[in-house]
């Protein structure tokens, strides 16, 4: 009985030390290819550190910019480096939200006109969801749908990957008038408005 007992002490113990533990269930936005997640997780492990969120993510911005280091392709690094303050405002967005969709939107609406710039920064650091990019710019309404489908291209988006229907809609169809028309003897060759006479 005591076996069991220490048994039983020993168990509920090791039960709540697992539950005391913390559990990291966040996961970024993306996946590891994706330039934009990368440098996200080294924002997320220096506010780990004690950074606060402004100081991690110009630590890694800075850090990223280095020639030696590999974080970013070159073409992610001339994107950042264009736009410093836009790029800080992205990640700011994207610490809180984790949602490509709504940094696009937000950084829009905050600022419209550099739509371009925010389709290509997102574009460039997550080259895998420009769908994303291209269906948060054109929500804003800051932008019609077919220049920001070409934003998109010159920015780099594989053509094969985005489209404009799911930001857009599907397009109406056209409506057909009802009953036969008047004129002409009800044969159909007459106008469907009725007279007021």
Same mark, same amino acid.
Request: no cysteine.
């Given at each position: 009985? @005591? @076996?069991?007992?220490? =048994?039983?002490?020993?168990?509920?113990?090791?039960?709540?030390?697992?539950?005391?533990?913390?559990?990291?269930?966040? %996961?970024?936005? $993306?996946?590891?290819?994706?330039?934009?997640?990368?440098?996200?997780?080294?924002?997320?492990?220096?506010?780990?550190?004690?950074?606060?969120?402004?100081?991690?993510?110009? $630590?890694? *911005?800075?850090? %990223?910019?280095?020639?030696?280091?590999?974080?970013?392709?070159?073409?992610?690094?001339?994107?950042?480096?264009?736009?410093?303050?836009?790029?800080?405002?992205? =990640? @700011?967005?994207?610490?809180?939200?984790?949602?490509?969709?709504?940094?696009?939107?937000?950084? *829009?609406?905050?600022?419209?006109?550099?739509? *371009?710039?925010?389709?290509?920064?997102?574009?460039?650091? =997550?080259?895998?969801?420009?769908?994303?990019?291209?269906?948060?710019?054109?929500?804003?309404? %800051?932008?019609?749908?077919?220049?920001?489908?070409?934003?998109?291209?010159?920015?780099?988006?594989?053509?094969?990957?985005?489209?404009?229907?799911?930001? @857009?809609?599907?397009?109406?169809?056209?409506?057909?008038?009802?009953?036969?028309?008047?004129?002409? $003897?009800?044969?159909?060759?007459?106008?469907?408005?009725? %007279?007021?006479?």
């Amino acid at each position: 009985m @005591r @076996r069991f007992i220490t =048994y039983a002490v020993l168990l509920s113990l090791s039960a709540f030390s697992v539950l005391a533990q913390p559990v990291n269930t966040v %996961s970024l936005f $993306g996946d590891e290819v994706q330039p934009g997640n990368r440098l996200h997780d080294v924002v997320v492990k220096l506010m780990g550190t004690g950074s606060t969120v402004p100081l991690a993510i110009s $630590g890694a *911005i800075d850090s %990223s910019m280095t020639e030696e280091d590999t974080t970013l392709p070159p073409e992610a690094k001339s994107a950042i480096a264009f736009n410093v303050s836009l790029s800080n405002a992205f =990640y @700011r967005e994207m610490v809180i939200v984790n949602s490509l969709i709504e940094v696009t939107k937000t950084l *829009i609406e905050e600022s419209p006109d550099r739509v *371009i710039e925010v389709i290509t920064l997102g574009i460039v650091l =997550y080259p895998d969801f420009a769908q994303e990019v291209l269906d948060g710019a054109t929500l804003t309404g %800051s932008i019609n749908p077919d220049d920001a489908f070409i934003a998109a291209l010159q920015a780099g988006a594989d053509p094969s990957s985005i489209s404009l229907s799911p930001a @857009r809609g599907p397009a109406p169809e056209p409506i057909e008038p009802v009953g036969v028309g008047i004129g002409s $003897g009800g044969t159909g060759g007459g106008d469907t408005t009725a %007279s007021t006479n």
